[in-house]
């Protein structure tokens, strides 16, 4: 089982950013599917995370900002960030839980400054 995240990048504060990650591998059955990040310094803290049926959680500095989403058949989930702040500067990874073990992708670096 694979995670393979794209879509991070430097953006502007303000600015908005599509990351994704596909799942891919011998899939039995697709759970939880999260995103986390960790800025230089500081410990990984969880982002958003969405359920096989499509219930969402969002870590409270991001709330009406960040948007999860997944696409069940494409094995693909996606957090759409807007009005970004340098704070949101971080490696953000994704998560799933994969016939019932957890996983985890390498990251993709996401950077806010003017």
């Known amino acids: 089982v694979q995670l393979v995240e794209s879509g991070g990048g430097l953006v502007q504060p303000g600015g908005s950013l599509r990351l994704s990650c596909v799942v891919s591998?011998?899939?039995?059955?697709?759970?939880?599917m999260g995103w986390y990040r960790q800025a230089p310094g500081k410990q990984r803290e969880l982002v958003a995370t969405?359920?096989?049926?499509?219930?969402?959680n969002y870590v409270d500095s991001v709330k009406g900002r960040f948007t999860i989403s997944r696409d069940n058949a494409k094995k693909t989930v996606f957090l759409q960030m807007n009005s970004l702040k340098s704070e949101d500067t971080a490696v953000y990874s994704c998560?799933?839980?994969?016939?019932?073990?957890?996983?985890w992708g390498r990251g993709t670096q996401v950077t806010v400054s003017s």
């Open positions: 998560n799933a839980k994969v016939n019932w073990v957890d996983y």
């Open positions: 591998g011998s899939i039995f059955r697709l759970d939880t």
């Open positions: 969405i359920t096989s049926g499509g219930s969402t």
